[in-house]
């Protein structure tokens, strides 16, 4: 019987730099989709899956992550004197159990394996979860919950994937599929970032993940892989070396890349769509634009 996986890693450490200016006094994970920040995302999927250990690994000029899952009790017993409990109600995700949410510094930016790594102590000898921030799924059962179920019956290790056009493979951790069993795959071997015309598929990693807690002795035995980075890919694969199972699931749901500012843009117009207070407005103003027509640009 697999582990049951209690415990989730948030990297959040990255200083953001396709998003300056805005991130230059501000963390990325609390740029806003909507109405909530994109690290809101990552803590209610893995909230659904069943995560009670929340561990961030951050770096210098983060500190506002630490506020927003704080209590903050002024701003609270104020909205209780005026009676905005609708108000509260929506604050209430943003409270955390006591001592369910760890902060562990990258004092390095060595790479997402690195990163990982920083959480070790952490992490006893049982499965955990990856959760990438940048990565957002909308999906009808959340991603991280698809896998966890997945993995009831796998154990191993399970990444997340996605087909993506052979142009883009480059961007990605990709996946030398085994077994093709339709959802789930059985992974031979995994590439980060192959140079182009030489990844072994065009099934994607995407940001989320269910380790083995042997991942974290692998990170500690390899050295840097892809552009100078210590990358998770390379330790997710040093488990097949070593005769231990790793799976690929295809997950139900739409992906955003919110680490691309495309990407956060698309994912802005579709979860702004998906809301009933601003489905109706939105759309107005998509099909005012029209086909092939653009908005006016502000100021
Ligand atoms: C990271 C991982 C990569 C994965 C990707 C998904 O890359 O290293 O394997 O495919 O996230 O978003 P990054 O986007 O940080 O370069």
């Known amino acids: 019987m697999p582990g049951i996986v209690t415990k989730a890693i948030f990297p959040v450490a990255g200083m953001g730099t396709r998003f300056l200016p805005a991130t230059k006094a501000a963390p990325k994970e609390i740029m806003t989709l909507v109405d909530r920040p994109l690290i809101q ?22 500190s506002a992550l630490e506020d927003y899952f704080d209590r903050a009790p002024e701003l609270e017993n104020l909205l209780k004197e005026k009676g905005r409990d609708d108000l509260l109600d929506i604050l209430q995700p943003t409270n955390m159990d006591s001592g369910a949410i760890a902060y562990i510094r990258q004092n390095r930016p060595l790479g997402l394996g690195h990163a990982v790594w920083c959480a070790r102590r952490l992490i ?115 488990e097949i070396s070593s005769g231990r199972d790793v799976y690929g699931l295809r997950f139900r749901g ?17 979860f702004g769509l998906a809301r009933d207070d601003l489905r109706d407005d939105l759309s107005r103003y998509l099909a005012e634009l029209g086909p092939g027509r653009h908005g006016a640009p502000p100021g």
Do not use: W
Not at 47 to 55: L, Q, S
Not at 127 to 152: R, S
């Open 41 to 62: 995302y990552a803590i209610d999927e893995a909230r659904a899956a069943g995560i009670r250990e929340f561990i961030f690994v951050t770096a210098r000029g983060k």
């Open 124 to 238: 006893a000898n049982e499965p955990f979860a990856v959760i990438l921030p940048d990565d957002v799924i909308a999906a009808e059962k959340p991603c991280l919950q698809q896998m966890v179920e997945a993995y009831e019956t796998t154990g191993g290790s399970m990444v997340a994937a996605m087909e993506v056009p052979p142009e883009h493979v480059s961007a990605y951790g990709v996946l030398d599929v085994k077994q093709d069993m339709g959802a789930m795959v059985s992974v031979r071997g995994m590439v980060e970032k192959p140079a182009p015309g030489s990844a072994p598929s065009s099934l994607a990693v995407i940001g989320r993940y269910i380790l083995s807690p042997h991942v974290l002795d692998n990170l500690n035995r390899i050295g840097a892989g892809a552009g100078g980075e210590v990358q998770l890919t390379d330790a997710i694969a040093e």
């Open 254 to 270: 739409q992906r955003f890349d919110c680490g691309s500012k495309a990407g956060f843009l698309r994912a802005t117009v579709a």
